[in-house]
Every structure is written in C-alpha cells, then in structure tokens.
C-alpha cells in the first residue's frame, strides 16, 4: 500500500484554511483533543477543513490500493513458480483488502463509496503516482515489494497515530500486513540474485528503474510543500516528507548491499556530519508529469479500472435485485 | 434504471473464543449472506477470526457524541465506585 505526500497543491482546489467562525466553542474543544493527542471520531465535530483534507488522503489513498493491484497483478499468470504465484496472489488480493479498509474509513466522513470510485473512475481523484510505471519483468514484482511497498511501510507508520479515529485503526491493520510485502519482495530478489548472470541483470535493471520514483513517493521536498503544516497541526501528519525520505534511504542503503545491487544514484554517499547518507537531486519534472496524468501507464491504468467496473455491474444490479426479491418474498411470508 | 448502492454492513469479529466480539470495519453487501462471505475475505485473510458478526449500518443505534457530558460525566466524581478508592491498613490492602 501507497501513499504519497498528498498534500500536493493541484490536489487540493476547494483546499481553505479552516473557518473559526464555524463555531468557536467547538473549535476549541476539537483543537484541544488534537493537542492532547487525542482521536477524533466519526460523529464528532470536526472543522470542515479537516474532514475535507481526510475525505481527500484516505480517498486517495483507497485508489492507490485499488489502481496498485493491476502493475503485479500482470505478473500473476506468469509466476515463475507455484510457491511465487500463490505469495502474489496473496500480497495482490492484501491490496484490494487494504483499499476497502481504507474506503469504509473514509465513508464514516459521510460520503458514499459509489462517488469515490466515480471519483476516481472519471480522473478526478489522484493516486499515487508510482502506479503508472509498467512492470516489464518479474524482477519488478521483487522490486515494488522491498522498495515500493518499504517506501509506503514509512510513509505509513506515522498514520497509525493519526488525529482520526477510523483511518488511525486502518493503518494498524494495513501496517501489520505490509511488512510481509516487502519482505516477499526482497526474498524473491535474493533468490534471483542467487541463479544466473542474466537474473542479476534483471534485478538491476528494476532497481534502476525504480529506485528514483520510490523515493519520490514520499512527496515534494518540504519547502516546496503546501499542507504540511496545516496537516501537523491537525495531527494528520506527524512526520515531514523529507524526514521520512532520508529515514528510508539509509535504511534501503545497506538493504542494496545484502542484496548486492547498486543504487542508480552516484551522489548517494555517507555524510559523517549529518550521520545520515547525502543523495542526488530528484527530478521533480517527472514526478509533475506523472501526477499531472502524463505517466507512461496513467490512461491504462484507468481504462482497467473503468472496465472492472462495467464489466462488473450486471454483478451489482442483479445481486440488489435477488436480495429485494428475497426480502419481499419473506415480508410477505410472514 | 437507477442503480442502488449495496448496503453498509458493520463487521464484527471474534477473534478467538473466550474473547468478545470486536468492531473491526465494514463492507458493502446485497445481503446478509454476501455481507458474511465479504467480511471473511476482507477482515480473516490471516485466521484473525473464529465468528464474524454483521450489522446493517443503519440499524445501529448510536449515543449523539454531543449528549457526551449528561451521559458519562455523573460517572466522574464517583469514584468509591473503584476499588481504589479505598486505603486499607497494609497488611489487607491487597484483599
């Protein structure tokens, strides 16, 4: 599972600071359960910034779930073995669990599941950009699991302790299924590693790449970074995205040397004064552009979405229509 | 024809006998049998569940958060109600 930073600016068009007016008691009483670290729940006031902002994150969040499945979900037919096919399969179906979890979270704030997939269905609603990559070999499935979904393990664990209630309980039940992500994803790596020269050649190739677009998922660098700040406040952030970035490059650095491939970035060197590893620039252009719907799998990506979805929905209609005709049947029973 | 959300239905599971039933989410169902099979595949894909209880969302009956202080502050200042509340000689204070 996979978030970005979601606080980009585009994404947030009807985005306010939130209104003291709406009423200053209660904005009081709410404020100051954020500051004791306390949770918000379902019914309770909220400013209508805040509920917006969640609608948003967990929205979105729910899509990168949902769109995350297709790019392994390719693979699944093509498992080298049985053992690999069956771990796939498991990790693929944790997703769409992981995006219903996340729906039904989003849901308590009063909106219906049918507009966010409309949302998402019509282009509206963003996911995470990682997603619009392809995955051209199986060493890309390894590789999304050890740094795709390690990236998302970062990004995520803070959202365990998040101000709201619902999607503070999601992320708990998420974050204790996503370490066996990444875990199957660099075990399958370290058995390619292990066979012959042309495996080790597709494991690099994957690392190269992918490594530059997971970093990215942690989101625009602080000072380009229009929400944090709101979103800290509100408990929905508790981490910066560029703190979190470092925190998941010094820990992959050493993961690539086990591993024995090479990180695609020759800046990439220990920093004695700042205990932390310095890195190269990031191509921000790119990430604009996949965002912006201009990655190379954007327009697949949601024409496979718009298809499950139509394909699926004599499914819907005639599952509502067997269970009223079953209830009028035992109504008139009775 | 107008299309029909499947309903909300609050999923509750028992996670090993012995142990209470616990909220843990919902899913959308026609009905109660899907509503069961859904809440299976969605909340016990790692046995983390003996018995699962569904709930269509709008027959909870849920207490206004708002109606917080009439309902639970006159527990507040009752607090013989707790063991604590009672300094025994040392000898018994562990009865």
């Not at chain 1, 969040?61 to 053992?83: D, F, Q, Y």
């Not at chain 1, 292990?194 to 690099?204: C, F, K, N, P």
């Not at chain 2, 239905?9 to 099979?37: I, M, T």
Request: with cysteine.
């Amino acid at each position: 599972m996979y978030t970005q930073a979601l606080d980009l600016p585009q994404q947030n068009p009807e985005g306010r600071p939130p209104s003291l007016a709406e009423n200053p008691a209660w904005q009081a009483e709410f404020d100051a359960k954020i500051d004791a670290g306390g949770f918000i729940e379902p019914k309770d006031w909220m400013p209508e910034a805040y509920r917006k902002t969640l609608v948003r994150q967990i929205s979105q969040h729910a899509h990168s779930e949902i769109v995350g499945m297709l790019p392994e979900g390719n693979w699944i037919s093509r498992a080298p073995t049985l053992k690999r096919k069956a771990i796939l399969l498991a990790k693929v179906q944790d997703e769409g669990g992981h995006g219903l979890y996340l729906y039904a979270a989003a849901e308590t704030l009063g909106v219906s599941r049918d507009k966010l997939t409309d949302a998402l269905l019509s282009g509206r609603a963003k996911y995470s950009s990682i997603f619009n990559y392809p995955t051209l070999s199986w060493a890309d499935v390894g590789v999304i699991g050890w740094l795709v979904d390690g990236a998302a393990i970062m990004n995520q664990i803070p959202l365990c302790k998040c101000s709201y209630g619902p999607y503070a309980r999601a992320m708990v039940r998420i974050c204790k299924e996503e370490s066996f992500h990444q875990r199957q994803g660099f075990d399958a790596l370290l058995q390619l590693m292990q066979g012959t020269e042309a495996q080790r050649e597709m494991v690099q190739d994957a690392v190269n790449r992918w490594w530059w677009p997971s970093i990215m998922m942690f989101g625009p660098h602080d000072s380009d970074s229009t929400h944090t700040g709101q979103n800290t406040r509100w408990g929905i952030k508790r981490i910066s995205n560029d703190d979190l970035r470092q925190k998941f490059i010094d820990a992959t650095v050493k993961q690539a040397e086990v591993l024995g491939v090479t990180l695609p970035d020759p800046e990439l060197k220990w920093n004695e004064q700042r205990g932390h590893y310095d890195f190269g620039r990031i191509d921000w252009e790119e990430f604009w552009n996949v965002v912006n719907g201009h990655g190379q799998c954007n327009v697949d990506r949601l024409a496979a979405r718009r298809k499950a979805w139509d394909d699926g929905a004599w499914v819907r209609e005639a599952a509502m229509a067997h269970a009223d005709k079953a209830a009028r049947r035992a109504q008139a029973a009775a | 024809m107008e299309r029909k959300e499947w309903p909300l239905w609050e999923v509750f599971v028992r996670s090993r006998n012995g142990l209470d039933h616990k909220h843990c989410g919902s899913v959308h169902a026609p009905d109660a049998r899907l509503a069961l099979q859904v809440a299976r595949d969605v909340y016990t894909r790692r046995q983390e569940g003996v018995s699962i209880w569904v709930v269509q969302a709008d027959h909870i009956v849920a207490s206004d958060p708002d109606a917080k202080p009439e309902l639970f502050d006159p527990a507040e200042d009752k607090i013989y109600r707790h063991p604590t509340f009672y300094k025994l000689p040392d000898e018994v204070n562990h009865m």
